[in-house]
């Protein structure tokens, strides 16, 4: 279903202040949302990854496209 700014705006008015307030702190949140790179950095950062050196990165990618 397609909806059009103002067409959303009127069913958002709608809701309840408290539905208005929740809708509105997500969108918010959704706006401020981390980049693919921060995301990237923060998994080095937390150890969930692993940097490794370009020659490494092509010598890898050359070995799968082989």
Same mark, same amino acid.
């Given at each position: 279903?397609?909806? @059009?700014?103002?067409?959303? !705006? /009127?069913?958002?008015? &709608?809701?309840?202040?408290? %539905? #208005?307030? +929740?809708?509105? $702190? &997500? ?10 790179? !921060? @995301? #990237?950095? &923060? @998994?080095?950062?937390? /150890?969930? %990854? +692993? $940097?490794?050196?370009? $020659?490494?990165?092509? *010598?890898? %990618? &050359?070995? *799968?496209?082989?």
């Amino acid at each position: 279903m397609t909806y @059009n700014i103002e067409d959303l !705006e /009127g069913e958002v008015i &709608k809701l309840s202040i408290e %539905a #208005r307030a +929740q809708l509105a $702190e &997500k969108l918010i949140l959704s706006l401020d949302a981390p980049s693919e790179e !921060e @995301n #990237r950095l &923060k @998994n080095l950062r937390d /150890g969930k %990854a +692993q $940097e490794i050196s370009a $020659e490494e990165a092509f *010598r890898e %990618a &050359k070995t *799968r496209i082989s």
